[in-house]
């Protein structure tokens, strides 16, 4: 579909590589690493899209046919970003402040060629049940979500058993909400 375009993805998450191929949309990987400190003043729903602007501004000097596109995604509740876990106790405490609530997840894009920059946000409800502390502790030991915002993947074991109920796109939750990604990209 985009076969005139060389689309780089400044990501390194496999999920995000997952929707794009799943999408059709041929890319190369250049992940950046950027410092993820995270400035006071941005309201908590918009530090995804300030994240991800920060990983598409690593390329300052694109070639005519090339596009960044950079995604970063954040898991919200009572006003609180819960980033990725550091160990297996920063993981348990994560699951069990989402168990029985409803939270937000927040994908942030930031979609730039040598012409110009587009960012735009995308957020999705995911309401879990009650999770009891052998679902968690299971979760976390079989599947090691350590490399996941609010410690745990929608498509993984604990997003089948675990979530109820989501309002909005399930691909934003993966961590690219690919139908704005998409519709984006047509207009480049």
Same mark, same amino acid.
């Given at each position: 579909?985009?076969?005139?375009?060389?689309?780089?993805?400044?990501? /390194?998450?496999?999920?995000?590589?997952?929707?794009?191929?799943?999408?059709?949309?041929? #890319?190369?990987?250049?992940?950046?690493?950027?410092?993820?400190?995270?400035?006071?003043?941005?309201?908590?729903?918009?530090?995804?899209? @300030?994240?991800?602007?920060? +990983?598409?501004?690593?390329?300052?000097?694109? @070639?005519?046919?090339? &596009?960044?596109?950079?995604?970063?995604?954040?898991? =919200?509740?009572?006003?609180? &970003?819960?980033?990725?876990?550091?160990?297996?106790?920063?993981?348990?405490?994560?699951?069990?402040?989402?168990?029985?609530?409803? @939270?937000?997840?927040?994908?942030?894009?930031?979609? /730039?060629?040598? @012409?110009?920059? #587009?960012?735009?946000?995308?957020?999705?409800?995911?309401?879990? /049940?009650?999770?009891?502390?052998?679902? =968690?502790?299971?979760?976390? +030991?079989?599947?090691?979500?350590?490399?996941?915002?609010?410690?745990?993947?929608?498509?993984?074991? =604990?997003?089948?058993?675990? &979530?109820?109920? =989501?309002?909005?796109?399930?691909?934003?939750?993966?961590?690219?909400?690919?139908?704005?990604?998409?519709?984006?990209?047509?207009?480049?």
């Amino acid at each position: 579909m985009f076969d005139d375009k060389k689309i780089i993805l400044a990501s /390194k998450s496999p999920r995000r590589q997952m929707i794009l191929t799943e999408a059709g949309i041929d #890319f190369i990987v250049k992940a950046v690493d950027i410092t993820e400190e995270i400035c006071e003043k941005i309201p908590t729903f918009d530090v995804a899209q @300030h994240l991800a602007e920060k +990983k598409a501004m690593q390329f300052p000097f694109l @070639h005519k046919n090339e &596009i960044v596109i950079a995604a970063d995604t954040t898991v =919200i509740i009572n006003d609180t &970003i819960l980033g990725k876990p550091e160990d297996a106790a920063e993981a348990v405490r994560m699951l069990s402040s989402l168990s029985g609530k409803t @939270h937000s997840v927040v994908t942030g894009v930031c979609i /730039k060629d040598m @012409h110009r920059v #587009f960012s735009f946000s995308d957020t999705t409800l995911v309401e879990f /049940k009650t999770l009891t502390d052998k679902e =968690i502790d299971y979760y976390i +030991k079989q599947y090691e979500p350590y490399d996941k915002a609010g410690a745990y993947g929608i498509q993984e074991w =604990i997003g089948m058993i675990g &979530i109820t109920r =989501i309002e909005g796109s399930y691909f934003n939750v993966m961590g690219l909400p690919i139908h704005k990604v998409y519709n984006a990209l047509l207009t480049f």
